[in-house]
């Protein structure tokens, strides 16, 4: 059976390429699949050990990108060590299975070239394809990975109260101070950031407290070509927790979205964290993907 054209493509060339990718699957179907363009995008905000690892895609005769596998390191940082690698098969909707056997056999073949041996992955629940395949792979089911949930913009609350002592800001206006993301995620975040094509720092909110510490933070994406929103990440730090923070940042958060033009926002919660379903599922988000982890 003759396959779509392979290429490899190598730091942000390969974001950019499995950003267009994931926008013409989005735009093909609107809810498939387990990730958004915007999710993978946020993977490049720290130096990873696989920013220059060359990652595989597959392109049909008009140029344009079919299925990709992407690998990310998430334990080795910029050091050119493979600690954690994670992998992400992508694909148009409805793929055929002896094509997503396919891509699976060459993306393995093509990490274990590199000298990657321990690999994870998630894989939807009712996926049964993917999941057989990659148990004759040598894969085994590891447990729970995230719950994907969607709201539907025109079905958003109303924007919760702020808890008194605290203001809601936008990076753009707190461009005088360190980037609110650099604890957890490095000095190069703010940087990283920028070369995102979909990151927008008016949309890039924190919560200050009255002595203006971060006391909760959260990043909404908007990608125009899908009309799609995405939250993530989100966080509220543990001295300021029980206050609303959350529930108010998420609200406003999605309001932005909908004013930029989303008009289905996604967000991702473990289902081992109650409190973040919870909290989610109260704003009117409806889950709708459940994924595993297999690992080899």
């Given at each position: 059976m003759d396959y779509p054209r392979e290429e490899l493509r190598v730091?942000?060339?390969w974001v950019d390429t499995m950003t267009t990718l994931l926008q013409r699957a989005r735009s093909a179907h609107p809810t498939y699949g387990s990730y958004e363009a915007a999710e993978i995008q946020w993977w490049w905000r720290s130096p990873r050990s696989t920013d220059t690892f060359p990652q595989l895609f597959w392109f049909d005769d008009q140029d344009r990108p079919e299925a990709a596998m992407i690998a990310a390191d998430f334990g080795g940082g910029g050091s050119a060590v493979y600690e954690d690698t994670t992998l992400v098969f992508l694909f148009m909707p409805d793929p055929a299975a002896d094509w997503v056997?396919?891509?699976v056999e060459r993306g393995l073949a093509h990490v274990a070239e590199h000298g990657i041996e321990t690999v994870e992955l998630e894989v939807d629940q009712t996926d049964d394809v993917m999941r057989n395949i990659l148990v004759g792979h040598g894969f085994a089911l590891k447990g729970d990975a995230v719950v994907e949930a969607w709201l539907a913009a025109d079905s958003r609350p109303e924007v919760s109260p702020l808890h008194d002592g605290y203001r809601l800001l936008s990076r753009t206006e707190t461009m005088d101070r360190p980037h609110h993301l650099a604890l957890r995620n490095g000095d190069d975040v703010e940087q990283r950031l920028q070369q995102l094509s979909l990151y927008r720092a008016d949309l890039d909110l924190v919560i200050l407290d009255s002595d203006d510490n971060v006391a909760a933070y959260g990043l909404f994406w908007h990608d125009p070509v899908t009309s799609t929103g995405v939250v993530e990440p989100m966080r509220t730090l543990d001295e300021h927790q029980q206050k609303g923070l959350a529930r108010h940042i998420l609200t406003a958060g999605v309001d932005l979205?909908?004013?930029?033009?989303?008009?289905?926002?996604?967000?991702?919660?473990?289902?081992?964290?109650?409190?973040?379903?919870?909290?989610?599922?109260?704003?009117?988000?409806?889950?709708d993907i459940q994924t595993d982890v297999f690992a080899r």
């Open positions: 730091g942000l060339d056997a396919h891509v979205l909908a004013k930029a033009g989303a008009e289905r926002i996604s967000i991702g919660y473990e289902p081992a964290n109650p409190a973040s379903g919870h909290l989610y599922r109260s704003v009117g988000f409806v889950p």
